[in-house]
């Protein structure tokens, strides 16, 4: 069974871009499936289903996404050779830009879309930076000039990835993406692997469910704002 | 691995599972070319010793470089704090620092488009279609049919160099070959500029600062010249006048049209250029026609305007998912193209007059010049004989 990872900014387009290529691929015979990670809630698993394709859901509440991610995706994948999938993608929002859920040796995919503006290349973090695929959407309502600039900007960002344009809603450029699907690596070891980026050091009060605000409730590992005084004339 | 791949084999993917990282075995190359050819092997010490350089720096928010000449010798003069806190390791900042740098250099290289066939497929029946279709640098060919023909899908064939794995099988060639299956598979690779009626600017800039990042974007010897003949393109093609300094979401629908042509004719580097519905957004199309040709682009055009459509060197006339016919104009059509050329010019006169706040009263024949000899009446600039608009 092949994974990959599919990370991208909300409404970036990552749902209907994964049900184009994978249908593709269904109509080839492969048997896919999609592990969906969110925080707080997600309607997706109606879209997949729809579409016959295995879903599976997992919420991470009070977790950091990323944590709860990488503490659950083996269940998952072994979920996935359960079903005997060819292949299961998984699917999450990157929400503080902070980390990224990418696995060395499995293929890892980015998307943004056009309209998060061309300055997004440069403030998304690992999530993009050490991606295998970079997919842009939404190319059909801006400009050729807007989307060249665009590519432009994500490759000095990430100079060895595939950039590819993909439009969720016409389909264009996804049976590439299929194509990149199909070719990624079968059954690459996860248990013993490694994230291809580090997530967050901090473990302070408020991941614990603190809610107070104020020095007296601030314990672990804490890190301060440096402000420079104005100087008064 | 990838060179002994068969490129019209629609079941071989592309080249992936290559490394431990991933990297398409020639996408890894290149990116290992680039960083060689600029000396920045991650894995060596990076130069630190030019504006690029500095930009950098000054882009992921990180302390500027003072007498530093390379990158290990700015790390290591950093805090203990900033080392452990910033989220950026030596390896990482000299893998980034090389992307950055990396990225003009892989815009450079633009191919250069000698001819573009389609090798015919089959309609939406599996009936084989009639024609292969050859174009050339300077062609102008119009596409007409109605909705739901095929238009579309033989676009989206060029755009994505279908290899016989499309709907309708067609194949396309680049200078006579099939093109190299990796550049199908990637953004850069892509011969094709788009122009539809459904595109907006969406950026929060002025035109010269948007044309200027453009042009930064394509490593122009020349960015400045390069950027100010695209405004002025785009200034004669559009009805109404607007300044560098205007912003790109208060152009009108034509103005920002004259300015999407004019950037895709002098500033894209793509050699084709696929253009869907340019009739309705006044914008002087014969003028927007003539930019394509002289930049010796290959022109696609969807339309049923009756002026653009003769302008082009042929017109394919699609049905049913395959191209059914093939119409060269013959010379009466080429007497009306100029009619109606005449017949455009009269009635962006009268657009302007009511743009000015003017009346329309005067009687139909004086005020359209029908049935007078228009041609004779507004001579034809020798820049719109159909002979400057490519032929076979």
Same mark, same amino acid.
């Given at each position: ?47 997949? #289903? ?9 919420? /991470? ?6 944590? !709860? ?22 699917? /999450? ?49 801006? /400009? ?15 100079? #060895? ?32 692997? #490694? ?10 009060? !408020? ?27 | ?43 060596? &010490?990076?130069?630190?010793? &030019? ?17 530093? =000449?390379?990158? +290990? ?7 203990? $704090? ?36 389609? =090798? ?11 024609? $292969? ?23 989206? &064939? ?21 093109? $190299? ?22 950026? $929060?800039?002025? @035109?010269?600062?948007?044309? =200027? ?15 100010? +003949?695209?405004?002025?393109? %785009? ?21 920002? +049209? ?6 895709? %004719? ?16 006044? @914008? ?32 394919? @006339? ?26 455009? +010019?009269?009635? %962006? ?36 004989? =159909? ?6």
């Amino acid at each position: 069974m092949k994974l990959v990872t599919v990370a991208g900014p909300p409404s970036s387009g990552k749902t209907a871009v994964i049900l184009k290529a994978l249908a593709h691929l269904q109509r080839e015979g492969r048997r896919v499936g999609v592990v969906k990670f969110d925080c707080l809630s997600s309607h997706d698993a109606d879209l997949f #289903r729809t579409a016959d394709i295995p879903v599976i859901t997992g919420l /991470s509440g009070n977790f950091c996404p990323d944590h !709860y991610f990488i503490t659950n995706i083996e269940d998952c994948a072994a979920w996935g050779r359960r079903l005997d999938l060819d292949l299961l993608v998984s699917e /999450s929002a990157g929400l503080c830009n902070r980390c990224a859920p990418h696995i060395r040796g499995h293929l890892a995919v980015c998307v943004l879309d056009h309209l998060a503006g061309v300055h997004t290349p440069r403030k998304i973090g690992p999530m993009l930076k050490t991606a295998d695929v970079v997919l842009v959407t939404k190319g059909d309502i801006v /400009s050729q000039a807007e989307r060249e600039v665009f590519a432009f900007r994500v490759r000095q960002v990430n100079a #060895r990835a595939r950039l590819l344009f993909v439009n969720g809603i016409t389909g264009q450029g996804s049976w590439e993406l299929s194509r990149l699907f199909d070719g990624a690596p079968d059954d690459a070891p996860l248990t013993g692997g #490694r994230l291809r980026f580090s997530v967050p050091a901090a473990v302070c009060s !408020y991941c614990l469910g603190e809610t107070e605000i104020g020095e007296d409730h601030q314990h672990g590992t804490v890190r301060k704002i440096q402000i420079e005084e104005a100087s008064r004339v | 691995m990838s060179d002994a791949r068969n490129p019209c084999d629609p079941s071989v993917g592309p080249p992936l599972a290559g490394g431990p990282q991933l990297i398409g075995e020639t996408a890894g190359r290149q990116a290992a070319a680039l960083q060689e050819s600029a000396g920045l092997r991650p894995s060596n &010490d990076s130069p630190l010793n &030019d504006s690029r350089c500095d930009e950098f720096l000054l882009l992921n928010r990180l302390p500027a470089r003072a007498a530093h =000449r390379t990158l +290990r010798a700015w790390w290591d003069a950093q805090t203990w $704090d900033f080392r452990t806190e910033s989220g950026w390791d030596y390896e990482r900042l000299a893998e980034g620092l090389a992307a950055f740098l990396s990225a003009n250099e892989a815009v450079a290289g633009v191919p250069l488009l000698r001819s573009l066939e389609v =090798r015919r497929g089959r309609d939406k029946d599996g009936q084989p279609e009639k024609f $292969d279709l050859f174009f050339k640098p300077g062609d102008v060919v119009c596409l007409v049919g109605p909705t739901g023909a095929g238009k579309s899908r033989l676009l989206a &064939d060029i755009e994505c160099l279908a290899q016989g794995d499309t709907p309708t099988g067609r194949t396309v060639l680049l200078d006579g070959c099939a093109p $190299d299956p990796d550049s199908r598979f990637t953004g850069e690779g892509k011969i094709v500029a788009q122009i539809t009626q459904n595109m907006n600017f969406v950026m $929060d800039l002025a @035109v010269a600062e948007f044309l =200027r990042m453009h042009a930064e974007s394509r490593a122009l010897a020349a960015p400045e010249a390069a950027m100010q +003949r695209v405004l002025e393109a %785009a200034i004669r093609m559009a009805g109404e006048p607007f300044g560098p300094e205007t912003p790109l979401t208060q152009l009108s629908g034509g103005q920002s +049209r004259a300015l999407m042509i004019a950037d895709a %004719a002098f500033l894209s580097p793509k050699p084709v250029v696929l253009i869907d519905e340019i009739e309705n957004a006044g @914008v002087d199309r014969t003028r927007a026609l003539e930019f394509f040709v002289d930049q010796g682009k290959i022109v696609l055009l969807s339309t049923h305007d009756p002026l653009l459509a003769l302008s082009g060197a042929r017109r394919l @006339v699609i049905r049913n998912g395959a191209v059914q016919m093939v119409i060269e104009p013959s010379p009466q059509e080429e007497a009306n193209r100029l009619h109606l050329a005449a017949l455009d +010019r009269r009635l %962006a006169g009268l657009r302007e007059r009511i743009r000015l706040g003017g009346r329309l009263d005067e009687p139909w024949e004086t005020l359209l010049g029908v049935g007078t000899n228009a041609i004779e009446q507004q001579p034809l600039s020798p820049g719109t004989s =159909r002979a400057n608009l490519g032929s076979q």
